[in-house]
Nanobody, 121 residues
Framework: QVQLVESGGGSVQPGGSLRLSCAASGSIFRIYDMGWYRQAPGKQRELVAAITRGGNTNYTDSVKGRFTISRDNATNMVWLQMNSLKPEDTAVYYC???????????????WGQGTQVTVSS
């Protein structure tokens, strides 16, 4: 069994910063791509940022220059540093990881439970 646990969400004023963390644990053989998604009320879940095992990153246009994704392969963690936050960044943020399980070596994505980010004055 694999678990992804997010932390670091909260409420912040426009222009503020938050740092989200996600820890993967359990029967993990290897983690490939990791990413952060978000879902605002009434909207579809969207990819915010992704990072490969080798460190290549990809961002949705609306967060480029403001958000930074990083990871540590040794500890199975991924972070999302969010700066210059805007009200439109308000959403539930979900961690996602493409994980190969031990023993079975089956590879499929796992999701965290989500953490709320609210940007409001």
């Amino acid at each position: 069994q694999v678990q992804l646990v997010e932390s670091g969400g909260g409420s912040v004023q426009p222009g503020g910063s938050l740092r989200l963390s996600c820890a993967a644990s359990g029967s993990i053989f290897r983690i490939y791509d990791m990413g952060w998604y978000r879902q605002a009320p009434g909207k579809q879940r969207e990819l915010v940022a992704a990072i490969t095992r080798g460190g290549n990153t990809n961002y949705t246009d609306s967060v480029k220059g403001r958000f930074t994704i990083s990871r540590d392969n040794a500890t199975n963690m991924v972070w999302l540093q969010m700066n210059s936050l805007k009200p439109e960044d308000t959403a539930v943020y979900y961690c996602n990881a493409d994980i190969v399980r031990t023993i079975t070596l089956i590879r499929f994505p796992s999701w965290g439970q989500g953490t709320q980010v609210t940007v409001s004055s």
